[in-house]
C-alpha cells in the first residue's frame, strides 16, 4: 500500500481532518479521562497510565497515538486533578494535546455526582518535507501547500458530568466546547473554519458472578453534527483482581454499509499489587480491511501509593 492512499483517504475525509483530535481508543475503560474529565479524582490514589495505539498496521501513514495520563485526588471522593498529554501521528501531520481538569464530586445517597471543567491545549504540525509525499507540482509551487512545515498551536474547553455509585456510572461530556479552536499561533490557517463538536455518552455496570469474577459491560456513544451516531461496546470478565478478558465492537460512521468497523479481543494481568497491564487487538470488518493487519493497543496502568487491602482498588479500574 502506497503512502499517497493513505493521504488521499483523509484528505477526501472531511471527518478525518476535523476530528483529528479525537483519538480512537479501543481499551476506553482505561481511558476515561480522554472522555469524560470528570473522572479526574475517582481513583483511591495517583493513578498513572500509558496507552499506545498503532491502527491499520501495515498501512503506511496510518493513525499512531501515544497517551499518558494522570489522576489525581486531592481531597477523597470530593476533589481531583486530571491530566491527559498525548501525540497522533496520522500521514503528515504530528498533533500534540495536554487536556487538564478539575473535577468536584457531590455525594447524594448512595450517589457520587462529579462535575468538570478541562482546558485544552493543542499543537498540530504538517509536515509536507516528508520523502514519500507524491504531488503534482513541486511542494512551493503548489498554492496549496505554502512551505515545508505549517505549525499552528490553540486553545479550546470543555465541561463533563458523571453520576456513579458502587458498581456503576454513567457520564455525559463535551470535551471541546467551541467550534472553533482559539488560536494562539497559526500563519498558515491550518485552523480556518469550524470543527466538529463531540458529545460523548458512556456508561459501565458491574454484575457479580460467584465470588471472585465480575462482568463488565461497558458502552460509549459519541456523536457529532453532520457525522453519523458512533458507538463502543465492551464486555469484560475481571478473573479475581488478576486476569481480564473481553470483547469488543465499534459501529462504523462512515457511508459504507457492512457489519460494523471493528471487532476486538482483549486481555489483562496483574503484574503486581499495583501494576495493571492489557493488550488489545481488533479485527477490521470494513472494506479498507483488505489493505491492514488490524490495530493493536497496549495499556499499563500504576497505582502510586498502598493498595487497599478492603479490594476498594479493584473497582476504580473501570468504574
Keep these: 500500500m502506497r503512502f499517497e492512499y493513505i493521504l488521499i483517504c483523509f484528505l477526501m475525509s472531511s471527518v478525518g481532518l476535523k476530528a483529528q483530535d479525537q483519538a480512537l481508543y479501543t481499551q476506553f475503560f482505561y481511558n476515561k479521562l480522554s472522555y469524560n474529565t470528570a473522572f479526574a479524582g475517582t481513583s483511591p490514589g495517583t493513578e498513572l497510565t500509558f496507552i499506545g495505539r498503532e491502527q491499520w498496521l501495515g498501512l503506511k501513514g496510518s493513525p499512531s497515538i501515544q497517551t499518558i495520563q494522570g489522576n489525581i485526588p486531592l481531597v477523597a471522593d470530593r476533589v481531583g486533578l486530571g491530566a491527559v498529554l498525548k501525540r497522533q501521528h496520522i500521514g503528515l501531520t504530528d498533533h500534540y494535546t495536554a487536556n487538564l481538569s478539575y473535577a468536584y464530586h457531590i455525594r447524594y445517597g448512595d450517589y457520587l455526582i462529579g462535575l468538570s471543567v478541562n482546558a485544552l491545549f493543542g499543537n498540530t504540525v504538517n509536515d509536507f518535507s516528508e520523502s514519500r509525499l507524491i504531488t503534482t507540482r513541486p511542494v512551493g509551487m503548489d498554492p496549496a501547500l505554502s512551505g515545508t512545515m505549517e505549525k499552528a498551536t490553540y486553545f479550546n474547553a470543555g465541561a463533563s458530568l458523571l453520576l456513579r455509585r458502587e458498581g456503576m456510572y454513567v457520564g455525559f461530556s463535551v470535551p471541546s466546547i467551541a467550534n472553533r479552536h482559539l488560536a494562539f499561533s497559526d500563519d498558515d490557517e491550518i485552523l480556518r473554519g469550524d470543527r466538529v463538536r463531540f458529545w460523548h455518552l458512556m456508561g459501565g455496570y458491574a454484575i457479580p458472578i ?20 458512533k458507538w463502543d461496546l465492551n464486555i469484560l470478565m475481571d478473573f479475581g483482581d488478576t486476569f481480564l478478558a473481553g470483547i469488543g465492537y465499534r459501529s462504523y460512521n462512515g457511508i459504507e454499509n457492512g457489519w460494523g468497523e471493528s471487532i476486538s479481543l482483549m486481555g489483562g494481568l496483574k503484574l503486581s499489587e499495583n501494576w495493571f497491564m492489557t493488550l488489545s487487538y481488533d479485527f477490521g470488518l470494513t472494506s479498507l480491511r483488505q489493505h491492514h493487519n488490524g490495530s493493536i493497543e497496549f495499556a499499563v496502568r500504576v497505582y502510586l501509593g498502598e493498595r487497599d487491602l478492603r479490594g476498594e482498588f479493584r473497582s476504580p479500574r473501570f468504574f
Excluded at 460467584?210 to 451516531?229: H, R, T, V
Design 210 to 229: 460467584g465470588a471472585e469474577m465480575l462482568l463488565n459491560p461497558q458502552l460509549l456513544l459519541s456523536y457529532a453534527e453532520g457525522i453519523p451516531l
